[in-house]
Nanobody, 124 residues
Framework: QLAETGGGLVQAGDSLNLSCAAS????????MAWFRQAPGGKVREFVA?????????YYSHAVKGRFTISRDNAKNTVYLQMASLRPEDTAIYYC??????????????????WGQGTQVTVSS
């Protein structure tokens, strides 16, 4: 299971750090990612991905330069540091795990395990 924490209500320009703790699985065997789903949105939008070793990361254009994904395999936890937050970052943020890798890393269907999500609200 994956459990996200750290969401909340912040103002535009603020920072927020999300955590995703895994239980019953060892994340060192998985590529990990964050997705988000905006209010009323039908699609989960890719945010960031980090490979198993932690040495390769990918970001969406919307968050590149503002968000940082990292992992601590010893703590079985993945993080998302969010800076310079904007109202359009308001969404439920989900952690996801992919065992197999490959192309289309930004597609939700790529991921086998998901957390329940944590709400991030950015006021203007």
């Amino acid at each position: 299971q994956l459990a996200e924490t750290g969401g909340g209500l912040v103002q535009a320009g603020d920072s927020l750090n999300l955590s995703c703790a895994a239980s019953g699985m060892t994340i060192s065997g998985f590529n990990m990612a964050w997705f988000r789903q905006a209010p009323g949105g039908k699609v989960r939008e890719f945010v960031a991905r980090i490979m198993q070793s932690g040495d390769t990361t990918y970001y969406s254009h919307a968050v590149k330069g503002r968000f940082t994904i990292s992992r601590d395999n010893a703590k079985n936890t993945v993080y998302l540091q969010m800076a310079s937050l904007r109202p359009e970052d308001t969404a439920i943020y989900y952690c996801a795990a992919d065992r197999w890798g490959g192309n289309a890393y930004d597609a939700p269907a790529r991921y086998q395990y998901w957390g329940q999500g944590t709400q991030v609200t950015v006021s203007s």
